[in-house]
């Protein structure tokens, strides 16, 4: 039982090139979440989706878009990647109603 | 609008010391709170929810709604609960994890 799993763990990107994130649970969890961490900010919610086939915006979503792709994986994509987006990125899963959240090990991203 | 707090970036002590990293938050309704815990460059795991009330590792925590804190409290800390502690609500008609920005535990020898 893996949890949530999350690849790559680092990247390094240079500004304008493009990279997806990949997330997947093995919980048969309904809600999947993107979350960006940076020091002294916590932890930004940028997307979620509460089941498949649907995903919402949370509190950072520019620059970033989502897929949902089946009830396992939810990818996170950036489109043209800047060096603001260079941070922590992790993935989390929860059952609806549930406890708290299942967090993946993280993908360090740097943009330079 | 929903809120967490973490004044504290840092907290300091001494092994054996008590330990309270403070915790407040905004919510209109009934939350549903969590600490969460992250060692150093590890994924986050959830430490305590105030639903079940129980202690994790000798931490406890305990939300007082009329001060609107949930401060989380070990009476004597030790070297291994050094970690970035995350005081979080769960909005429950967004199910969304709402986190404050986090409190950096030292505990040194």
């Known amino acids: 039982n893996a949890g949530v799993t999350q690849t790559p763990k680092f990247q390094v990107l240079k500004t304008g090139q493009s990279m997806t994130l990949q997330c997947a649970q093995d919980m048969n969890h309904n809600s999947m979440y993107w979350y960006r961490q940076d020091p002294g900010m916590g932890l930004r919610l940028i997307y979620y989706?509460?089941?498949?086939?649907?995903?919402d915006k949370g509190e950072v979503p520019n620059g970033y878009n989502v897929s949902r792709l089946n009830k396992r994986e939810f990818s996170l994509r950036l489109e043209s990647a800047a060096p603001s987006q260079t941070s922590v990125y992790f993935c989390?899963?929860?059952?609806?109603?549930?406890?708290?959240?299942?967090f993946g090990s993280g993908t360090r991203l740097t943009v330079v | 609008a929903q809120r967490v707090t973490q004044p504290e970036k840092l907290l300091s002590v001494f092994k054996g010391a008590p330990v309270e990293l403070k915790c407040n938050y905004s919510?209109?309704?009934?939350?549903?709170l969590f600490w969460y815990v992250q060692y150093s460059r590890q994924r986050l795991q959830l430490l305590l929810r105030?639903?079940s009330r129980e202690s994790i590792k000798g931490f406890t925590a305990d939300l007082n709604k009329g001060e609107t804190s949930f401060h989380l409290k070990k009476p004597f800390a030790q070297e291994e609960d050094s970690a970035m502690y995350y005081c979080a609500l769960i909005s429950s008609n967004t199910d969304k994890l709402i986190f404050g920005t986090g409190t950096r535990l030292q505990v040194f020898p």
């Open positions: 989390a899963s929860r059952e609806s109603g549930g406890n708290g959240y299942t």
């Open positions: 919510y209109s309704g009934s939350p549903e």
């Open positions: 989706s509460a089941s498949e086939g649907t995903t």
């Open positions: 105030h639903i």
